[in-house]
């Protein structure tokens, strides 16, 4: 199946049908590898996704040749999507390479600001044939700042984001407990894709929750960022790096599989562009799974 060139037919799809797409972040060969890999054993679309910091590894242009290479021989929908993007120049750095969905991370701006630099991104991005991601609140361990509803509804009205990400309990690299109050809160004033952060630990049925308030976004990095640190520190019994590359792989695939089952996306890779049926984000509405 096709490279997502369009983000949005994806996030329109999950949406409609009422699943979560894994979003793993990677930063190398044999972590997209393994997490394609996963997604077609689990026929379930996909995203993958670069921080900044990893296109310090692998340049924007390289690693979407990459993954456009790696979607031409697999039969799932693959999207890449730059992740807590700083500015708009390195936006237009990764739509320039073909990403077809970046994020915008305003964390630290004031918030009209925020609302200011993601309308900017917005205009290009959709002129290019991409999608939006943006947040105004913080996600990291000692510096979590609540999503209010107000605020994401003014993302999607006046900034127009094609998904807002919350924060609402998780948090990169810890486990997590959702406020699934205020989830449900914002879900229900803004009724439209909203996006998960530290979904590494979350727990499954907290995620089930999720996607059926229309979550349709789960960002990935931690556990797959410990199975290679994991990897790294008990090879030393294999004959060579290729023995260790290939060990990674399997073991990222397994951990790729398991996030994959748990945000309801296995056997949803059809064709995105086909129209998926309407709904609105409540628990139980028609096309929520789980």
Same mark, same amino acid.
């Given at each position: 199946?096709?490279?997502?060139? &369009?983000?949005?037919?994806?996030?329109?799809?999950?949406?409609?049908?009422?699943?979560?797409?894994?979003?793993?972040?990677?930063?190398?060969?044999?972590?997209?590898?393994?997490?394609?890999?996963?997604?077609?054993?689990?026929?379930? /679309?996909?995203?993958?996704?670069?921080? /900044?910091? &990893?296109?310090?590894?692998?340049? #924007?242009?390289?690693?979407?040749?990459?993954?456009?290479?790696?979607?031409?021989?697999?039969?799932?929908?693959?999207?890449?999507?730059?992740?807590?993007?700083?500015?708009?120049?390195?936006?237009? @750095?990764?739509?320039?390479?073909?990403?077809?969905?970046?994020?915008?991370?305003?964390?630290?701006?004031?918030?009209?600001?925020?609302?200011?630099?993601?309308?900017?991104?917005?205009?290009?991005?959709?002129?290019?044939?991409?999608? $939006?991601?943006?947040?105004?609140?913080?996600?990291?361990?000692?510096?979590?700042?609540?999503?209010?509803?107000?605020?994401?509804?003014?993302?999607?009205?006046?900034?127009? #984001?094609?998904?807002?990400?919350?924060? $609402?309990?998780?948090? =990169? *690299?810890?486990?997590?407990?959702?406020?699934? &109050?205020?989830?449900?809160?914002?879900?229900?004033?803004?009724?439209?894709?909203?996006?998960?952060?530290?979904?590494?630990?979350?727990?499954?049925?907290?995620?089930?929750?999720?996607?059926?308030?229309?979550?349709?976004?789960?960002?990935? *990095?931690?556990?797959?960022?410990?199975?290679?640190?994991?990897?790294?520190?008990?090879? #030393?019994?294999?004959?060579?790096?290729?023995?260790?590359?290939?060990? #990674?792989?399997?073991?990222?695939?397994?951990?790729?599989?398991?996030?994959?089952?748990? @945000?309801?996306?296995?056997?949803?890779?059809?064709?995105?562009?086909?129209?998926?049926? /309407?709904?609105?984000?409540?628990?139980?509405? /028609?096309?929520? =799974?789980?």
């Amino acid at each position: 199946m096709p490279f997502v060139e &369009d983000g949005r037919s994806l996030i329109r799809y999950a949406f409609g049908r009422g699943f979560s797409l894994a979003a793993f972040n990677v930063c190398s060969a044999e972590m997209v590898r393994a997490c394609v890999e996963a997604a077609e054993e689990a026929s379930a /679309p996909i995203i993958v996704q670069t921080y /900044p910091t &990893d296109l310090e590894q692998v340049p #924007a242009a390289a690693m979407a040749a990459l993954v456009r290479s790696l979607a031409a021989r697999t039969s799932v929908p693959v999207l890449l999507h730059l992740d807590h993007g700083r500015d708009f120049e390195m936006a237009m @750095t990764c739509l320039r390479a073909g990403y077809g969905s970046v994020m915008f991370d305003g964390a630290e701006r004031p918030f009209v600001e925020v609302v200011a630099q993601t309308s900017r991104i917005v205009e290009v991005a959709h002129a290019m044939g991409a999608s $939006v991601e943006v947040a105004a609140d913080s996600f990291n361990h000692g510096h979590v700042t609540a999503t209010r509803a107000e605020e994401a509804a003014r993302l999607f009205e006046e900034a127009g #984001a094609d998904m807002v990400a919350v924060s $609402v309990g998780s948090e =990169h *690299g810890r486990a997590s407990v959702l406020d699934l &109050d205020r989830l449900r809160e914002v879900a229900e004033r803004v009724g439209r894709p909203l996006v998960l952060h530290g979904g590494s630990g979350i727990p499954t049925s907290d995620l089930v929750v999720a996607r059926a308030l229309g979550v349709v976004k789960v960002n990935i *990095g931690s556990a797959l960022y410990r199975t290679l640190r994991s990897v790294w520190e008990h090879s #030393a019994d294999a004959p060579d790096h290729r023995a260790v590359y290939a060990r #990674a792989r399997e073991q990222l695939k397994t951990v790729a599989l398991e996030r994959i089952r748990a @945000t309801g996306a296995g056997g949803e890779a059809v064709d995105v562009h086909a129209p998926a049926a /309407p709904s609105t984000p409540t628990i139980g509405r /028609p096309g929520a =799974h789980g």
